[in-house]
């Protein structure tokens, strides 16, 4: 049976991925083990995967065995095992964005290109709160968008119209 872990495996090569070695320190400790085990020669880390070099006729099986009563996370599915690591990292994200850290400005105003563009004094009372008040009607990147697709429109006529007034 293979183990859900193994990528590949052929003959001297095997490569081992599994969300659980995203983790830097359980990478560099089943280095070690892998290292340690008879008929391996070489271990090269990668992103959530080790590649392991060994002898020919080396019992990888075996190795296997002895790589899972160490780290007994490879035996969780892979699946369960990337969800579980997201669940922890949007956990970990909301518990500093209720500390105050990487928590976004409050803002007010409509721009996104140029920064924190507030909204003419005129239109204040037609979009007021935050972002997803209805300025006329209209979604403030929809009105952003028209207002642009006008202001365009307005120039290119000009350009055409020559030297002659509007």
């Known amino acids: 049976m293979q183990r859900p872990y193994v990528?590949?495996?052929m003959e001297g090569r095997a490569?081992?991925?599994h969300p659980a070695l995203a983790d830097?320190?359980?990478r560099e400790t089943a280095r070690v083990l892998l290292l340690d085990e008879a008929g391996v020669c070489e271990v090269r880390p990668g992103t959530e995967s080790l590649l392991l070099i060994m002898d020919s006729g080396t019992d990888f099986a075996a190795v296997c065995l002895?790589?899972?009563?160490?780290i007994p996370g490879l035996l969780t599915p892979r699946a369960e095992a990337a969800a579980a690591r997201r669940a922890e990292r949007r956990a970990r994200f909301a518990a500093a964005q209720g500390k105050g850290k990487g928590r976004k400005k409050e803002s007010r105003g409509y721009g996104d290109m140029l920064g924190d563009v507030r909204l003419p004094?005129?239109?204040q009372a037609l979009g007021k709160g935050n972002s997803k008040t209805k300025i006329m009607g209209?979604?403030?990147r929809k009105f952003e968008v028209r207002t642009m697709l006008g202001a365009g429109s307005l120039c290119l006529l000009s350009g055409l119209a020559g030297g002659k007034a509007l």
């Open 24 to 26: 830097a320190d359980a």
């Open 15 to 17: 490569r081992l991925r």
């Open 66 to 70: 002895r790589l899972e009563e160490k």
């Open 7 to 9: 990528a590949h495996l």
């Open 138 to 140: 209209v979604s403030p």
């Open 121 to 123: 004094g005129f239109l």
